[in-house]
C-alpha cells in the first residue's frame, strides 16, 4: 500500500524559508514520479513541482521559479521541497503526490496523480 507521509510546515514570516520531506513507502520508490501540489483556501489544487525519481528532472510552477527546489534522497526515499524567499501567497496546504510512470507530463492536474498524503499547512506572515 502506497503511503505518503508529509512534514516540516509552520509559520514564517515573508522572506523565509521552509523545508517540508515526504517520505514514501510501500512500492518500488524508484518507479515513480513525486511532486508536490498546494490549495489555498477558495483556489483549486495546483502544481507546485515534480520530479521524476529516475532521471532527476525536474518541473516547477513559474510562479515559484527560482525560489522552489525539489529533490530527492533514493537512500530515504523521502523528497523534499525546500522553499526560499516565501511570499504571502505561498500560504496553502502542501500536499506530497505520487504516481507510476508513465509520468503524467508537465503541467500537471492533480487528477493526473493516484497517490496522495493528507497535507501540511505552510503559513507565510507579511
Known amino acids: 500500500q502506497v503511503q505518503l507521509v508529509e512534514s516540516g510546515g509552520g509559520s514564517v514570516q515573508a522572506g523565509g524559508s521552509l523545508r517540508l520531506s515526504c517520505a514514501a513507502s510501500?512500492?518500488?520508490?524508484?518507479?515513480?514520479?513525486l511532486g508536490w501540489f498546494r490549495q489555498a483556501p477558495g483556489k483549486e489544487r495546483e502544481g507546485v513541482a515534480i520530479?521524476?525519481?529516475?532521471?532527476?528532472?525536474?518541473y516547477y510552477a513559474d510562479s515559484v521559479k527560482g525560489r522552489f527546489t525539489i529533490s530527492q534522497d533514493n537512500a530515504k526515499n523521502t523528497v523534499y521541497l525546500q522553499m526560499n524567499s516565501l511570499k504571502s501567497e505561498d500560504t496553502a496546504m502542501y500536499y506530497c503526490?505520487?504516481?507510476?510512470?508513465?509520468?503524467?507530463?508537465?503541467?500537471?492536474?492533480?487528477?493526473?496523480?493516484?497517490?496522495w498524503g493528507k497535507g501540511t499547512q505552510v503559513t507565510v506572515s507579511s
Open positions: 503526490a505520487a504516481e507510476f510512470y508513465p509520468c503524467p507530463l508537465w503541467p500537471v492536474s492533480p487528477n493526473d496523480y493516484t497517490y
Open positions: 510501500g512500492y518500488t520508490y524508484r518507479h515513480n514520479c
Open positions: 520530479i521524476y525519481i529516475g532521471s532527476g528532472n525536474t
